[in-house]
């Protein structure tokens, strides 16, 4: 997320803004009487389900969880 800026800021630079978040789709929070609001892209706030890595998944109890060695099951970088 970007800096932060005044609805003053705002106004004065209105158009750099809205393209900045237009192509780099970074969020630009908008602070006004002590409230903030984001400018965003709104393709940038969907989630495409079908776009997400596959991942397996374990059914067993609580115990069984707890019990479990995740040394060959976890990579730190997917």
Same mark, same amino acid.
């Given at each position: 997320?970007?800096? #932060?800026?005044? !609805?003053?800021q705002l106004r004065? *630079?209105?158009?750099?803004?809205?393209? %900045?978040?237009? !192509? =780099?789709?970074? !969020?630009?929070?908008?602070?006004?009487? $002590?409230?903030?609001?984001?400018?965003?892209?709104?393709? $940038?706030? %969907?989630? *495409?389900?079908?776009?997400?890595?596959? %991942? %397996?998944?374990? =059914?067993?109890?609580? &115990?069984?969880?707890?019990?479990?060695?995740? &040394? $060959? &099951?976890?990579? #730190?970088? #997917?």
């Amino acid at each position: 997320m970007a800096e #932060p800026i005044t !609805a003053t800021q705002l106004r004065k *630079d209105i158009y750099n803004a809205l393209d %900045r978040v237009l !192509a =780099t789709g970074v !969020a630009q929070p908008v602070v006004r009487n $002590g409230q903030t609001l984001l400018i965003v892209r709104e393709s $940038g706030k %969907r989630l *495409d389900f079908d776009r997400l890595p596959k %991942r %397996r998944i374990r =059914t067993c109890s609580a &115990e069984e969880l707890v019990n479990t060695s995740w &040394e $060959g &099951e976890w990579n #730190p970088n #997917p």
